[in-house]
């Protein structure tokens, strides 16, 4: 069965860096578009970045110039590098495939962003 697993977060200072990885097992990783999403506490989740088939990748705008998706399709696992991380980016991140026509996702892992 399809099985995501993220990892790497955790409690960083302002201006720091974490670098989040999401493995995958369970369908053809390398055919599929993959996505990462967050959500923090009292609001819905929202779409951060994904990273498609060739590596087309997409980015919200709160996010562009900071954060960069990439993957490695020999380890079926996707990577969310974060710079330049803001109080605000505090949030539990999750990754997503569609996949047979369902939504999968992962966890998640807590991102804390605070001095």
């Known amino acids: 069965q399809v099985q995501l697993v993220e990892s790497g977060g955790g409690l960083v200072q302002p201006g720091g860096s974490l670098r989040l990885s999401c493995a995958a097992s369970?369908?053809?990783?390398?055919?599929?578009?993959m996505s990462w999403y967050r959500q923090a506490p009292g609001k819905e989740r929202e779409f951060v970045a994904g990273?498609?088939?060739?590596?087309?990748?997409r980015y919200e705008d709160f996010v562009k110039g900071r954060f960069t998706v990439s993957r490695d399709n020999a380890k079926y696992t996707v990577y969310l590098q974060m710079n330049s991380l803001k109080p605000e980016d505090t949030a539990v991140y999750y990754c997503?495939?569609?996949?047979?026509?369902?939504?999968?996702w992962g966890q998640g892992t807590q991102v804390t962003v605070s001095s």
């Open positions: 369970g369908f053809p990783f390398s055919s599929h578009a």
């Open positions: 990273i498609g088939v060739g590596d087309v990748t």
């Open positions: 997503k495939v569609w996949y047979n026509e369902e939504h999968y």
